[in-house]
């Protein structure tokens, strides 16, 4: 298996415009997670899915954030619009049985918002 | 939910040394985790202690786990300069997701 993949690997805007994250998780994983990476906060939580549904979204920031999984093999995050406090570095990870197992993180997108 | 704390914040050896990091935290937990972050990539997973555990061996990698004392340690024997990179305890208590603490940055000098 290829593992998690995310795409783009960067991302540069201008504030005001509209971010799509994409992640493609481990085929058969259950469980997918988005968090944030930034120096100040570390690493968050924003979102996380179990079978295509989301479970728990009490992490994103505000309403300028959605997730959506289509299907078991897709996940995008969305940001629309966009700010220059958004700069950071969004993981996707994807875990067989949730948080009771391993997760297995896709490289990252960093995104700088000017 | 709660998140651990990783002391120190940054460690530099030189290649060869031992190095110890540790992880507390303060309620029960299901699991604790390890994972290691090289600049610029993706965390990756070291090794899963239960809380029913007390210590877990892999490769290089010591894991312990006090729960009296709500602590954790990675031990990495005999290091190298490619051991380089963040290191990052995780949290499960109950149905929650992981949550991460703030990481220990190592550093090996060759």
């Known amino acids: 298996d290829a593992g998690v993949i995310q795409s783009p690997r960067h991302e540069v805007t201008e504030m005001g415009q509209e971010v799509t994250l994409r992640c493609k998780p481990i085929s058969g994983h259950d469980y997918l997670f988005w968090y944030r990476q930034t120096m100040m906060r570390g690493l968050e939580l924003l979102i996380y899915?179990?079978?295509?549904?989301?479970?728990?979204d009490s992490g994103m920031p505000e309403d300028r954030f959605s997730a959506k999984m289509p299907n078991a093999s897709f996940s995008t995050l969305k940001i629309q619009p966009s700010e220059p406090r958004d700069s950071a570095v969004y993981f996707c990870?994807?875990?067989?049985?949730?948080?009771?197992?391993?997760?297995?993180f896709g490289s990252g997108t960093q995104l700088s918002v000017l | 939910s709660q998140q651990g704390e990783e002391d120190p914040q940054a460690l530099s050896i030189q290649e060869g040394e031992n190095a110890t990091m540790n992880c507390s935290y303060k309620?029960?937990?299901?699991?604790l985790q390890w994972y290691r972050q090289n600049s610029g990539r993706g965390l990756v997973h070291l090794i899963l202690i239960r809380s029913n555990e007390r210590e877990k061996h892999s490769g290089r990698l010591r894991v312990t786990l006090d729960t009296s004392k709500k602590s954790s340690s990675l031990l990495i024997t005999a290091s190298r300069a490619a051991d380089t990179a963040s290191y990052f305890c995780a949290l499960n208590s109950g149905n929650t997701p992981l949550v991460f603490g703030k990481g220990t940055r190592l550093s090996v000098i060759a």
């Open positions: 899915f179990n079978n295509n549904v989301p479970i728990d």
């Open positions: 309620t029960s937990i299901n699991n």
């Open positions: 990870a994807s875990s067989l049985s949730g948080s009771n197992e391993k997760l297995f």
